[in-house]
């Protein structure tokens, strides 16, 4: 009889053990982040984008740089989803938008924030912090400064907006490309690029075979490994995903022209930074330090036109949220809090 009883007792409490895991699982799944992976048709191009939180809550647009994509920031959205609306396109050319040739389609940054601008019409983004990575920063400027009223905040990651940030041996030979596309030898007598041309061994290598180069397997596996403390933390899902698209016929052409596009950006610097004076939007600068691209001397300026500033300098490269993502997202969270008005949450 005591074993009979013994054994109605564990029963019991197994099956109470049960319930609570079966309950807690449930509860678990309900509350799971979910990701909707969309594609809006803005101008005959279909732009993806990746979109994930309650619309009623701020929201961030996120604004991806070369080569990458939105997939830039597949583990930035459900690390803050929870309590933000997050959305991110891939712009046209790269990621899962549509491709469409270099005579088919302007590829200039005036276009594209254009093309971005028409989306945030389109699927009804009225208010919204910027988070500005790379490309994602003069394409976010040009829309910060058409629509200054709909900007909340911003999240500047390797994004330049002075001269300073672009005085440096990595920008030397496109800066000439600008001028002259066919250019040959032009800017490329320096440390980095001498690598390069010894690589190919061609002395006198051609500005457009150079940049060239940017769109290689090795030169992404260099973006998202240098200046990276530990390179094992970066997962080569990265290149697996990114270079696979820059392969495509015709990408590196499309690459190209946006490089001889960059040249538009320097020229409009001042108007940005006069938007920063005038509209003073809080900010949060989380710079990767050792960025051989837009090294931090890219990222100090900002304080001379910003009185809200936030500015963390991390011990990391180029894509900073690959080996930082969630010091970034803690940051971000603590700041985004307290300066961009939050709906209601409801009790956890």
């Known amino acids: 009889m005591k074993t009979r009883f013994l054994s ?27 990701i909707a992976y969309r594609t809006v048709t803005i101008e005959d191009v279909e732009i993806f ?14 604004l991806h740089g070369f080569p990458t994509s939105s997939h830039m920031f597949r583990n930035l959205i459900p690390a803050l989803a929870d309590r933000y609306h997050l959305v991110a396109p891939d712009y ?49 400027f040009r829309i910060a400064t058409s629509q200054p009223d709909r900007v909340e905040a911003l999240v500047i990651q390797n994004g330049n ?16 490309y600008w001028t002259d596309r066919n250019a040959v030898n032009k800017g490329l007598d320096n ?3 001498k690598n390069v041309k010894a690589a190919y061994n061609k002395p006198n290598m051609s500005n457009d075979e150079a940049l060239r180069f940017l769109v290689t397997l ?11 403390p530990n ?25 190209l022209q946006m490089f001889y596009s960059y040249g538009s950006n320097p020229p409009l610097y001042a108007a940005w930074q006069e938007y920063l004076r005038k509209y003073q939007p809080p900010t949060l600068i989380v710079w990767g330090k050792n960025d051989e ?30 080996s930082h993502g969630q010091v970034i997202a803690d940051l971000m969270r603590n700041f985004l809090n307290r300066k961009v008005e939050s709906t209601p949450m409801a009790a956890n």
Not at 49 to 62: Q, V
Not at 161 to 176: L, R, S, T
Not at 218 to 228: E, L, M
């Open 231 to 255: 390179v094992e933390a970066i997962s080569p899902d990265n290149w697996g995903h990114v270079q696979p698209l820059l392969d495509r016929a015709g990408n590196p052409e499309i690459q």
């Open 92 to 140: 046209p050319g790269y990621g899962f938008s549509s491709m469409p040739s270099v005579d088919e389609f302007d590829y200039s940054f005036d276009n594209i924030a254009r093309i971005i601008g028409k989306f945030t019409d389109e699927i009804g983004l009225d208010k919204y912090s910027l988070y500005l990575m790379d490309y994602g920063a003069p394409v976010g």
């Open 8 to 34: 109605k007792i564990l029963f019991t409490l197994f099956s109470l053990m049960l319930g609570v895991t079966i309950a807690n699982s449930a509860a678990k799944a309900e509350n799971a982040i979910s």
């Open 293 to 322: 691209i837009f090294p931090a001397d890219g990222a100090e300026p900002y304080k001379r036109d910003l009185k809200d500033l936030e500015y963390h300098l991390i011990d990391t490269g180029h894509f900073a949220l690959e």
């Open 49 to 62: 984008y990746r979109e994930a939180g309650n619309p009623d809550r701020p929201t961030l647009l996120l």
């Open 191 to 193: 440390d980095f690029w």
């Open 161 to 176: 907006a002075y001269v300073e940030g672009i005085d440096n041996n990595f920008w030397e030979p496109i800066k000439e």
């Open 218 to 228: 090795g030169a992404t596996k260099w973006q998202y490994t240098n200046g990276v």
